[in-house]
């Protein structure tokens, strides 16, 4: 279990109304109220984003005026996307806060993908903020993506509300705390019995708890997943090596992403996570890419060697990934060779791939210059420590038909095939 699971609300930044909003490039964004952009709908109602009226100085509120005093508002959030495997197993309810002058009554619908929904009314306080929910949904089987949230909002008589805190989480995920997997070993069973018998909320003592120990549970459970078990200490019913039994901080293959940069120190470089050229992204899966780089170290300190140049130009090859490494016509200058076929950006022998030199470059030894250039088949090199091996093949096999050259490449030809 990361600690992030403790609570985590499944609606987007955006969508709750973050005022402060994390961009892609880990860079954190102030959002105006004005102009902001959502995916909420209204219904016979009138909505403005504003920062005055607010519960948490982070979030910005709905005003909703109502057209018709007659008529319910209704409010929508449809079809917005979650990470399955985050709410697989769960009990998902909606809730969100709501302020008018008058009482209202809210029916809240939580609707996911495959049509099961649960619906809950209830009224509210007369000019303070007060809760609207919807019902608990059991995630079923199919693993729903998608869910869609429904607000009709009764009793207004045009009066203005306001609405902020819109969440979305699994009802049951406060159990993940430590401290409340503690509290119910420690305390007296009848507790927690009649605690399961509340409804809405259900549990609340020990969500209460939850609630007051909720930073410490994220400490704790960061403190836990640390440290890694050894394998005598896993009960073989676990396998040989479960993901929770490695650690999140110094595991390459499971270190968590907050702390990748941390552990980037030991390969003496930062991560990267993206390179462009021309505005065309060369790394399709960025976390695969962070954990090939802290384990082979070769943009640090295992930089500069002939291995690090080939394994680093594979990184956007295709096919066979065949990359030759050849002294230049000076000291100070390494040709890199690969197949027009596998090289991306280049069209006819003899073209140079700026995507091979970019991502090349990255592991340049200091001081020297580095040249590309594709050719549509490449000859295998005798006794050769780079180019003399082609997986477990061996001189003779029926399986290969490359050129053997004795040393170099002009001499020794056996054969007229080639590598390609």
């Not at 066979?320 to 000076?330: F, L, S």
């Amino acid at each position: 279990m990361a600690y992030s699971e403790l609570t985590t609300n499944l609606i987007s930044p955006q969508n709750r109304l973050e005022s402060r909003i994390v961009s892609s490039g880990s860079i954190v964004e102030t959002k105006s109220p004005t102009g902001y952009v959502h995916d909420w709908e209204f219904t016979n109602a009138q909505e403005t984003v504003v920062a005055e009226t607010y519960i948490h100085p982070l979030q910005y509120s709905f005003e909703i005026l109502p057209i018709d005093e007659n008529e319910p508002v209704e409010i929508q959030l449809n079809h917005f996307s979650v990470d399955s495997t985050t709410v697989q197993d769960s009990l998902i309810q909606f809730h969100a806060r709501f302020k008018c002058s008058r009482i209202l009554t809210i029916e809240t619908t939580l609707i996911d993908e495959h049509g099961d929904e649960v619906i809950h009314s209830n009224s509210t306080f007369a000019g303070n903020w007060s809760t609207g929910w919807s019902g608990q949904l059991r995630v079923s089987e199919n693993d729903p993506a998608e869910f869609s949230v429904h607000i009709r909002i009764l009793g207004h008589s045009g009066s203005k509300i306001h609405m902020t805190l819109p969440t979305l989480v699994d009802d049951v995920s406060f159990y993940n705390n430590p401290f409340v997997q503690n509290g119910r070993r420690n305390l007296p069973t009848f507790m927690w019995d009649k605690d399961k018998e509340q409804t809405y909320p259900q549990y609340p003592f020990y969500k209460l708890m939850h609630a007051l120990t909720y930073y410490a549970g994220i400490a704790s459970q960061m403190s836990s997943n640390f440290y890694r078990f050894s394998k005598s200490e896993i009960s073989a019913k676990f396998g040989t090596d479960p993901v929770w039994a490695n650690s999140i901080l110094v595991d390459a293959d499971y270190v968590h992403q907050d702390y990748e940069k941390w552990l980037a120190q030991f390969i003496g470089a930062k991560i990267i996570r993206s390179i462009t050229v021309d505005g065309v992204e060369l790394i399709d899966d960025p976390d695969a890419f962070a954990t090939w780089q802290l384990n082979t170290a070769y943009f640090g300190r295992e930089a500069g060697t002939t291995k690090a140049i080939r394994e680093t130009v594979k990184q956007i090859l295709t096919g066979n990934k065949v990359v030759y490494i050849i002294p230049g016509g000076t000291s100070f200058v390494i040709n890199i060779y690969t197949l027009t076929s596998e090289t991306p950006g280049v069209a006819a022998v003899g073209d140079t791939s700026d995507e091979v030199l970019a991502i090349a470059n990255l592991t340049r030894p200091l001081g020297f210059e580095l040249h590309h250039e594709v050719f549509d088949e490449l000859p295998l090199l005798l006794d050769d420590p780079d180019y003399g091996i082609l997986d477990e093949a061996v001189l003779g096999s029926s399986e290969f038909a490359p050129v053997f050259l004795l040393g170099s490449l002009s001499a020794g030809v056996l054969d007229t095939a080639v590598l390609a």
